[in-house]
T-cell receptor, first 114, second 109 residues
Framework: GAGVSQTPSNKVTEKGKYVELRCDPISGHTALYWYRQSLGQGPEFLIYFQGTGAADDSGLPNDRFFAVRPEGSVSTLKIQRTERGDSAVYLC????????????FGPGTRLTVT | DAKTTQPPSMDCAEGRAANLPCNHSTISGNEYVYWYRQIHSQGPQYIIHGLKNNETNEMASLIITEDRKSSTLILPHATLRDTAVYYCIVSPQNDKLIFGQGTTLQVKP
């Protein structure tokens, strides 16, 4: 079946611009996670949704970052006033909440801020 | 910060067993040990998890010490396609994953 998909696969933007990154989780998965990965580092947790609500947003670095999941399926990560330090691969993962231990990751969106 | 410690890199000969260690001395009673791997330019992939008992699946075996302070991931017959970064993570079920630096496993012909 279809896995987690993320669009776009690559995004280049100028410093100060606004960007949106999209995640389509596996159908029926109620939990959705966003991580970001800088070069040479392990993924870093950003935010976790259970259904439509953010269950844990403790990883968002500052108020320029915001994420939504209005219908409990697709999620969008929004970054305002981008900075060069935001350049990274943004990963999305989804999982079943009940009886599941595995998070399924998408291929990521590579964001480059010039 | 990650609650696990792993060696930064390891080599393994193709066809041999790869044994990847992980220390998690501060693990809590409700935390599982998870292993994920990340092949270059791909998202992480789940391998296996365990709580107290040793576990085996089609990909690997997980050996957890009795005191749960350390574990070993075993790939019984490593292939070149097993070359990846392997992450050991401790976390409650259905919670965020806190990744460390992982172990870069290089399988050599």
């Amino acid at each position: 079946g279809a896995g987690v998909s993320q669009t776009p696969s690559n995004k280049v933007t100028e410093k100060g611009k606004y960007v949106e990154l999209r995640c389509d989780p596996i159908s029926g998965h109620t939990a959705l996670y966003w991580y970001r990965q800088s070069l040479g580092q392990g993924p870093e947790f950003l935010i976790y949704f259970q259904g439509t609500g953010a269950a844990d947003d403790s990883g968002l670095p500052n108020d320029r970052f915001f994420a939504v999941r209005p219908e409990g399926s697709v999620s969008t990560l929004k970054i305002q006033r981008t900075e060069r330090g935001d350049s990274a691969v943004y990963l999305c993962a989804s999982s079943l909440m009940v009886g599941s231990y595995e998070q399924y990751f998408g291929p990521g969106t590579r964001l480059t801020v010039t | 910060d990650a609650k696990t410690t792993q060696p930064p890199s390891m080599d393994c000969a193709e066809g041999r067993a790869a044994n990847l260690p992980c220390n998690h001395s501060t693990i809590s009673g409700n935390e599982y040990v998870y292993w994920y791997r990340q092949i270059h330019s791909q998202g992480p992939q789940y391998i296996i998890h365990g709580l107290k008992n040793n576990e085996t699946n089609e990909m690997a075996s997980l050996i957890i010490t009795e005191d749960r302070k350390s574990s070993t991931l075993i790939l019984p017959h490593a292939t070149l396609r097993d070359t990846a970064v392997y992450y050991c993570i401790v976390s409650p079920q259905n919670d965020k994953l806190i990744f460390g630096q992982g172990t870069t496993l290089q399988v050599k012909p």
